[in-house]
């Protein structure tokens, strides 16, 4: 077994028109779960200011640099996430999107332009970079949704999406970094993305058992440490199962999702 290499980034966007309450308390809550039950040997953490999107994109790239076959890198956020429309491309360029939308996470001091986030194209591009025999498990708490609809259906419940109140028109096509999942079923991958949402849905920031916290990391954590902990030890798929549950119960109409190519989903999260 190699070394455990997490990037954590996160930014509860304070002073902006979408301000957020959980997504530093979701770093902190994680993190010390993390360290208890896999004790990570490199842990980069990137929150407010920190994780703007310049010093996001160049912890990638280092991670890139540093992590070596056997090594498990699991890169997690906490944030707004958002839906960026583009100009139309014919279906035959690398770059089309059927819903001309670009899905990307927020980075700290997001503007709307690509530097200020990370698409999912990036992050497909980080996964192709590492070494041959590294081990990817992306941990995403944030929305990819262009509609306040379903989180106002919830009172006192936060949607992690960025609300576009200029309206701005669409990057032109030239702009536009191709969006594609981040793991394709029957190809090569060394990885596993577990989602809070689905991409037409939003995720709940709210207040849970008196905390502020994204509803997916702290039922996640829930369902981890349900029966004395048990949930470190069961396969990937059954914890994620139960997270649901709990976020259902809760109240949270959010439905979390999980890609991977292989057998990933039945090994431990962040084995």
Known sequence: MGRRIVLYFGSNFIGTNCPLGGCLNDIDDMLAELRDNRKPDVVVVLKGPQANGPAVKKALRDIVAMAKPGDHVLVAFSSHGVQIPVGPLPPTDPRFEADRLIEAVCCDGFNWSLETCVTDDELAAFERALAPGVFVTIFADCCHSASLTKAMLNPGVAPRFYWDVEN??????????SCRNLFHKGEATRG???????????????????RRNGAFTRNVIKALNADGKAGWNLPASVVFQKAEELIHRGGSRQCPAVEWAGDENEKPFFF
């Open 168 to 177: 701005r028109p669409p990057l032109p096509a030239a702009e536009a970094a």
């Open 192 to 210: 596993i993305l577990f989602a809070a949402c689905h991409a037409n849905e939003t995720a709940d920031d709210a207040t849970i058992d008196r």
